[in-house]
């Protein structure tokens, strides 16, 4: 893992910033995909959730009664997911998608609120994608999104609570550096940090470079559920492998 992960160093303000920033719109868009994932799955299956986070969606799919995995490579991160979920919530693994080799298998592997971004090379995009692609029951699929273009911008939030400000300056073939810089203005939150600042490069795929790198592991787009989650400025897809058999064979038999 590299020395400075991103979210390291604001992941006790992340969740308190997204509502700040989001406020209603990410609980409708959290409600949405919940939903989303409830018709996928109607009876308690096995999910991994990749880019967990502090376990926006990863919580409340455990409480519903999933057996679900965290797959997140901030271990900050996780610490706030453990600490929000207690002994009852996800298994927590410390990785990044593209190098997880668990090996349990899922009805549903998630990939949401633009964790995909956070890949900035082709290489990356394939060892992602054939990552959840193995973790993959027979029958299992994959549900990412991926952020339009508008969504890569610099953009500022200010509220009596938070100063959030983040800076994307374009790198060219859709990279970005991307500088995040907080301030709580709300003690009572985090009484020991008041400033964060966070620097790492982001990469705004397209669906053209998805459908190409689904294409090389073996996936297929099956459908396009953006519909589904109104107002989340991204695109929504439900991927199989194209040859419907999901699972590699088990370690030792290959
Ligand atoms: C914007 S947050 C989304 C969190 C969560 N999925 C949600 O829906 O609230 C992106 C997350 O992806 C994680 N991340 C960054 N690089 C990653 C990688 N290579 N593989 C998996 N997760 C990654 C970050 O640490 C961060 O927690």
Do not use: N
């Not at 967990?52 to 965290?70: E, K």
């Amino acid at each position: 893992m590299p020395a400075s992960t991103p979210h390291d160093s604001w992941a006790e303000a992340y969740d308190l910033a997204c509502d700040e920033e989001f406020g209603e719109l990410l609980g409708r868009i959290t409600a949405a995909t919940l939903g989303l994932v409830a018709d996928l799955l109607p009876k308690p299956g096995a999910i991994v959730d990749f880019g967990a986070g502090t376990g926006r969606l990863a919580i409340p799919l455990a409480a519903a009664g999933h057996a679900v995995v965290a797959v997140e490579p901030s271990a900050a991160m996780l610490d706030v997911l453990a600490a929000k979920a207690g002994p009852r919530g996800p298994c927590r693994v410390a990785c990044r998608m593209q190098d997880y080799r668990g090996e349990a298998r899922f009805d549903l592997a998630l990939c949401a609120f633009g964790v995909l971004s956070y890949v900035t090379t082709c290489d990356g995009l394939d060892a992602a994608l054939a990552a959840a692609r193995a973790s993959l029951a027979p029958g299992g699929r994959i549900l990412l999104d991926l952020p339009r273009a508008m969504l890569f911008a610099s953009r500022r939030c200010e509220t009596a609570r938070i100063l959030r400000e983040v800076d994307l300056e374009p790198l060219g073939a859709g990279l970005f550096a991307y500088c995040e810089r907080i301030e709580l203005r709300d003690p009572s939150h985090v009484p020991s940090l008041r400033r964060y600042e966070d620097r790492f490069k982001i990469r705004a795929w397209s669906r053209g470079d998805l459908d190409r790198a689904a294409e090389r592991v073996g996936l297929v787009v099956e459908t396009d559920v953006s519909d589904r989650v109104p107002g989340s400025g991204a695109d929504w897809l439900l991927l199989a492998p194209h040859d419907g058999i999901s699972a590699l064979p088990p370690r030792g038999s290959r």
